[in-house]
């Protein structure tokens, strides 16, 4: 038996920024889904995840977007961190809000 991943046009469009900025569709494909379950566990509450930083190193984070916690450090006239190709959190180790390269992320708890 087949399994069979319905893929929404966000998660396409992070598969295909990834895809092409790593040179491999299945990271691509991987990596954008593994963001949308990062993204939905840190709506719900706080989410434990791992990225590459830029310099190389491993960052581990503790970082949530559930409006209860992390609405009182919102301003709400930034852009969209997605316009960069990269996700936001709020991340409750730093108490600032953070953000990472969406090819960059490398394991979720």
Known sequence: ?????VINGAT???ANVIANRTNSTEIGLVKAMMIEN????MKHGVAH????????ELREC???????????MTNGRGESRE????TAFYSVTDGAWRSF?????VQVF
């Open 83 to 86: 316009q960069y190709a990269t």
């Open 38 to 41: 990062l993204k939905e566990k």
């Open 101 to 105: 390269r969406w090819e960059s992320l």
């Open 1 to 5: 038996m087949r399994n069979i991943t």
């Open 12 to 14: 396409a469009v992070k």
């Open 62 to 72: 503790w970082g949530t977007t559930q409006p209860a916690l992390a609405s009182a």
């Open 49 to 56: 995840f791992v990225f590459r930083k830029k310099n190389g």
